[in-house]
């Protein structure tokens, strides 16, 4: 698993590789919980980073156009004869830790100077470690323990195993999932599900209670993980440009 970062975390990052004229390549992953503004935030940091003139990189995850990735779709909508809710958790947590690494395969990060992953390793852990929690309270263990296990689990199968690139620092966009489901109602169509239905994740309010801790679990395991509170006090969403320029603020050491 990963070395040790201090006495309570443990370190997430690799160092920054050299791009072209020897700067550095950050990689950023934006994570969090459906409906959390994520997207959003996502295509703001993108061009504010280019009109700094950085070469910016884009991963989407699930790549759902790819062969793993359709298959996760597949499970995500039920439309199969097997649902994403049927597949165990580590069988499920390969499907999506192979579509990072042939995405990765195919991807040149040496064109770029940040590489930006809509998420990445750390979702894995916490939608396939809410499912964890759920299975450990079924049978009377700890469910914090499960879970913590598992996400030292999987860092170290998609990182030191497969050798899926590490992020330089995690965004975890936090709300509360009362938050989130009337968010997702906004989305729209999207194409895995076949329509503006929930997928089989969204739909599921214990479910997403738990997918939310496990982000927030691994925010507490690791470094490198900043966490933006993304509701007020009046439980509504913050504005646009606030929680920006706290994403901006917090990367400055990296992009100096």
Known sequence: MADQANDTKLTTAARPSRGRRGKRRIMIALEGIDGSGKSVQF???KARLEALGKRVGVLDF???GSFFGSQIGVFLSGSGSVSAADVDVR???LW???DRVKAF???DAKAYDVILLNRSTMANAAYQGSRVQLEAKKHG???QQALEAYIKWLFEL???VLGVPKPDIFFIFDVPVSVSHANVAKKGRRDYVGGEKADVYEKDNELLETVRKGYLTCAEMFDNVTVLRCTGADGNMRGIDEISDE???ALAGLLK
């Open 105 to 107: 395969e195919q991807f």
């Open 62 to 64: 699930p790549c759902y």
């Open 43 to 45: 295509a703001r940091l």
């Open 141 to 143: 263990e700890d469910p």
């Open 247 to 249: 994403v901006w603020a």
């Open 158 to 160: 998609e990182f030191d």
């Open 91 to 93: 069988s499920m947590s």
């Open 96 to 98: 999506y830790a192979m």
